[in-house]
């Protein structure tokens, strides 16, 4: 059992760089640790997903949307997952959510965008892009 609690999100401009944390509670290495985004109006989207055995990043996969201007990275010590976002876009306007899989869980490449097989959520934060 995880608990998930996303932090970081706000207001920028287009071209501006915001950082998004997922706090974890409870163990998370062994799985996929998911974000996802969702505007109004419009279907929840996959944006990354990584996996981690501590530090080391044994697997991470990006949308093509946010390909080469989203990074994950982690931080052990506070157990948290962060999406660093550069450049961003107005289309990049939406709330955004940290999303954990069971540890028995394994999927690879674009098996990991489906929302469906993530069993944890966190309650999402806001982040709006202007022109």
């Known amino acids: 059992q995880v608990h998930l609690v996303e932090s970081g999100g706000g207001l920028v401009q287009a071209g501006d760089s915001l950082n998004l944390s997922c706090t974890i509670s409870g163990p998370a290495d062994k799985r996929h640790l998911g974000w996802f985004r969702q505007a109004p109006g419009r279907e929840r989207e996959f944006v990354s997903v990584?996996?981690?055995?501590?530090?080391?990043?044994?697997?991470?996969h990006y949308a093509i949307s946010v390909k080469g201007r989203f990074t994950i990275s982690r931080d052990t010590a506070k157990n948290t997952v962060t999406l660093q976002m550069t450049n961003l876009k107005p289309e990049d306007t939406a709330v955004y959510y940290c999303a954990a899989t069971t540890e028995s869980l394994y999927c690879s490449g674009s098996g990991c965008d489906v929302a469906q097989i993530y069993d944890y959520w966190g309650q999402g934060t806001q982040v709006t892009v202007s022109s």
């Open positions: 990584s996996r981690w055995n501590g530090l080391t990043l044994y697997f991470s």
